[in-house]
């Protein structure tokens, strides 16, 4: 579904991506992995278009998004559902007005059907009885179930994570962990995953790529990945100080 081919980018002169080269497969989970500052999200916004590259494709279903306009571009954004890190809900509006926020923008629908949907998507993340409420009365793990039913709302074929779990504890990590994988095998969508949650990894994915430097590390299965004996895989899934990841 989505191909990244020789992609490069720069900021200030520090090289982010050296020329990457990865394949997201249609209907399954990628895992994006690597530790802080090492690009994770900057590939996540080469994927829905935020940033262009220095040079290289992003090829969605076969579109280089990197080569159309702003209107072949929201064309392309229509697949996409974002789930950001730490949900970046609309302080000032409701949970229902979160989630409702882009059919009501995007869509001719009425407010009885945006409703309607806004209530089934909430109850899809396992939450009830929840729209009337702002977002600081909610616990951090409702919030990022807030924030999927939002990603949710608009039917979207693939859904972006970015550090789903980032500041939970254990056990609302691996609640959030189920709820990702159990939306991509009830839905059928293609979920994309940046994260450093080792656990989470084994439960949700069914590719892994591993960025360091600049470049993808490693790329295969969750159980390549517990097999592998690359020393940056080894150092990262052990999270040891000693190895070729230095710490800066």
């Given at each position: 579904?989505?191909?990244?081919?020789?992609?490069?980018k720069?900021?200030?002169?520090?090289?982010?991506?050296?020329?990457?080269?990865?394949?997201?497969?249609?209907?399954?989970t990628?895992?994006?992995?690597?530790?802080?500052?090492?690009?994770k999200?900057?590939?996540?916004?080469?994927i829905?278009?935020?940033?262009?590259?220095d040079?290289?494709?992003?090829?969605?279903?076969?579109?280089?998004?990197?080569?159309v306009d702003?209107?072949?571009?929201?064309?392309?954004?229509?697949?996409?559902g974002?789930?950001?890190?730490?949900?970046?809900?609309?302080?000032s509006?409701t949970?229902?007005e979160?989630?409702?926020?882009g059919?009501?923008?995007?869509?001719?629908?009425?407010?009885?059907e945006?409703?309607?949907?806004?209530?089934?998507?909430?109850?899809?993340v396992?939450?009830?009885?929840?729209?009337d409420?702002?977002?600081?009365?909610?616990?951090?793990?409702?919030?990022?179930?807030?924030?999927?039913?939002?990603a949710?709302?608009m039917?979207?074929?693939?859904?972006i994570?970015?550090e789903?779990?980032t500041?939970?504890?254990?056990?609302?990590?691996?609640?959030?962990?189920?709820?990702?994988?159990?939306?991509q095998?009830?839905?059928g969508?293609t979920?994309?995953?940046a994260?450093?949650?080792?656990?989470?990894?084994?439960?949700?994915?069914?590719?892994?790529?591993?960025i360091?430097?600049?470049?993808?590390k490693?790329?295969g299965?969750?159980?390549?990945?517990?097999?592998?004996?690359?020393?940056y895989?080894?150092?990262?899934?052990?999270?040891?100080?000693?190895?070729?990841?230095?710490i800066?």
């Amino acid at each position: 579904m989505i191909e990244l081919k020789n992609l490069t980018k720069s900021f200030n002169g520090k090289k982010v991506l050296n020329g990457i080269n990865l394949t997201i497969e249609k209907g399954k989970t990628t895992v994006i992995i690597g530790g802080s500052g090492q690009g994770k999200s900057v590939i996540l916004k080469h994927i829905i278009g935020l940033i262009k590259p220095d040079s290289g494709e992003v090829l969605v279903e076969g579109v280089d998004i990197t080569k159309v306009d702003d209107m072949g571009l929201n064309e392309v954004r229509k697949k996409f559902g974002f789930l950001f890190q730490f949900a970046a809900l609309f302080d000032s509006m409701t949970v229902g007005e979160n989630v409702g926020f882009g059919l009501k923008e995007k869509t001719k629908m009425s407010q009885e059907e945006i409703d309607k949907i806004v209530r089934e998507k909430l109850h899809d993340v396992g939450l009830k009885d929840v729209e009337d409420k702002m977002p600081s009365e909610l616990s951090g793990g409702m919030k990022r179930r807030v924030g999927l039913a939002r990603a949710l709302a608009m039917d979207p074929e693939i859904i972006i994570y970015d550090e789903p779990t980032t500041g939970l504890d254990p056990i609302l990590s691996d609640a959030i962990n189920h709820l990702i994988k159990d939306t991509q095998e009830r839905l059928g969508v293609t979920s994309i995953v940046a994260s450093h949650d080792i656990p989470g990894i084994y439960k949700i994915a069914h590719q892994v790529a591993l960025i360091h430097g600049g470049d993808i590390k490693f790329h295969g299965t969750s159980q390549e990945l517990k097999s592998s004996k690359d020393l940056y895989v080894v150092q990262f899934l052990s999270g040891s100080a000693e190895g070729p990841i230095k710490i800066v």
